[in-house]
């Protein structure tokens, strides 16, 4: 079964709101999440590393005012983008796994901005 | 150059043949090195890591990896149309950080 959980699946927001996105692993702790992001027919792009208890760590050229990381717990990661427009319209995922040779991606979420 | 190059495909083969998907990527101090599979609108699924040189076989996957000429393979066995997907190769770097670099992937389709 899965064992990383994202909320929700999809979302349509109006450009200018921000959403709140979760990512859960179900069986074991995760210090470290990531997050990606996946425009149509691309790859997927490494947003920023989530770390329990400290602040996340951005990738070049993501602005971490525009994407807001918190790693409360030990199983719950959040990836708020605020103020979203419609160039943020894209499938976002995020990863995490009890090793590190075992990553494992939540099942997405695909944002809509009107 | 990009760290992790995979040819875009899309690559044919019938069923029941073996498909073999390639990747070259250019830091030789690349670490460990995974394949995930990944269906249309759905997230990537992890299908083998394989971090020493040689052959490492599971199921009907086989990866192979190279050090000194920089590649890694996947290699498919009893190809099945339910396996026609992107298949995504990425690496660790060597600066111990868990984050992962992916190829933009090969389109893989298996006709029936």
Known sequence: GAVVSQHPSWVICKSGTSVKIECRSLDFQATTMFWYRQFPKQSLMLMATSNE?????YEQGVEKDKFLINHASLTLSTLTVTSA?????SFYICSTGPSTDTQYFGPGTRLTVL | QKEVEQNSGPLSVPEGAI?????TYSDRGSQSFFWYRQ????????????YSNGDKEDGRFTAQLNKASQYVSLLIR????????????ALRR???????IFGSGTRLLVRP
């Open chain 1, 53 to 57: 208890g400290s602040k996340a760590t």
């Open chain 1, 85 to 89: 427009h419609p160039e943020d319209s």
């Open chain 2, 19 to 23: 498909a073999s998907l390639n990747c």
């Open chain 2, 39 to 50: 269906y249309s609108g759905k997230s990537p699924e992890l299908i083998m890591f394989i």
């Open chain 2, 78 to 89: 009893d190809s099945q149309p339910s396996d026609s997907a992107t298949y995504l190769c």
């Open chain 2, 94 to 100: 060597r600066d111990s950080s868990y984050k992962l």
